[in-house]
């Protein structure tokens, strides 16, 4: 077992795929498949999974991920210790909801963490696609919400992709509507008032069933009704329409200005919004340093 075979392993991981992982480590296909082929007999575990679909991490692999990633991070602290060596460009993903909070801890990240060099990635992306991300490596971390009515569902995923959910805090319902909006005195609002205004939610594609939707209270009817794929344009239309969404009521003015702003909805749900990740994989530095920067952004 080689540090080039851990760092081989760790570029499919993130890729998803040999050739594109080939293309960046600047080798053949067959060399690095038949170096992490090499690897997996040294150690008799089936790291990655062949299918038609593509390569997918097994059980054994992202533990075995986790524990490479340590190393190499530890390596690379040894190199540019004692040998004045350039450190290699770092790398970080995440899959989340469309969630503000986790843009501002991302951003305390990069100001924290990152190099000189290095390569971040932050997918905000439908619900399905953050279990497969991080399923696949694709994104080390994921976060999304459970509730009682999605968690049978959702659970099932996670448990199926070997994946854990631990909670980062637990809302009740609010609206995110414009300041200019007649609601926006309020203290609290409820379904019949709101119907008078255009409900905004997030495209879920193909697994756009009650059950993935970003917005609890997903099975209510609304007369009018926009789906949009981003958070800036549900924002921008917030604004522009006086329209409503409904999320966990945790908001910054720091990276979303003063013009949104949540109010409480009269609804006994309450949400558990958390980050996922894989059962048997240590966090790497990064994936450490990013949940906390959760917390720190929660705590402000």
């Known amino acids: 077992m080689t540090l080039q075979q851990l760092r081989y392993v760790i570029e499919v991981a993130a890729r998803g795929s040999m050739n594109e992982a080939a293309k960046r480590l600047f080798i053949s296909q067959p060399s690095l498949s038949n170096a992490i082929r090499e690897l997996e007999e040294e150690i008799g575990v089936t790291i990655f999974e062949r299918t038609n679909k593509g390569i997918l991490l097994s059980k054994e692999g992202a533990e075995f991920l986790g524990y490479a990633r340590q190393v190499i991070e530890q390596a690379e602290l040894l190199e540019s210790r004692y040998l004045n060596a350039k450190p290699s460009p770092q790398h970080f993903s995440v899959s989340t909801q ?21 390569e971040f990635a932050l997918h905000e992306t439908k619900t399905h696609e953050i279990i497969q991300d991080v399923q696949s490596q694709r994104s080390e971390i994921g976060i999304l919400y459970v509730n009682e009515f999605n968690a049978k569902v959702i659970n099932r995923l996670l448990k199926n992709a070997n994946l854990t959910f631990t909670s980062l805090f637990t809302a009740k319902a609010h609206v995110f509507i414009s300041v200019n ?3 926006a005195r309020h203290a609290v609002v409820t379904i019949d ?10 495209e879920q594609g193909e697994y756009n069933s009650f059950h993935f939707s970003e917005e609890i209270l997903s099975t209510l009817s609304h007369r009018k009704s926009i789906r949009v794929n981003d958070r800036a344009t549900l924002f921008n239309l917030l604004i522009g329409l006086n329209g409503y969404t409904i999320s ?3 908001l910054s003015a720091d990276l979303n200005g003063n013009e949104i702003i949540p109010v409480p909805l009269a609804s006994d749900e309450t949400i558990h919004v958390g980050w996922i990740g894989h059962r048997n994989a240590a966090l ?3 994936a450490a340093a990013y949940i906390d920067a959760l917390h720190q952004t929660l705590a402000d």
């Open 98 to 118: 469309h969630y503000a909070f986790a843009v501002n801890a991302f951003v305390k990240l990069v100001r924290e963490h990152g190099q000189d060099e290095y």
């Open 284 to 286: 790497s530095k990064l």
């Open 248 to 250: 966990t009521g945790v």
């Open 181 to 183: 909006n007649p609601l």
């Open 193 to 202: 008032q709101l119907q008078d205004y255009p409900y905004l939610y997030f």
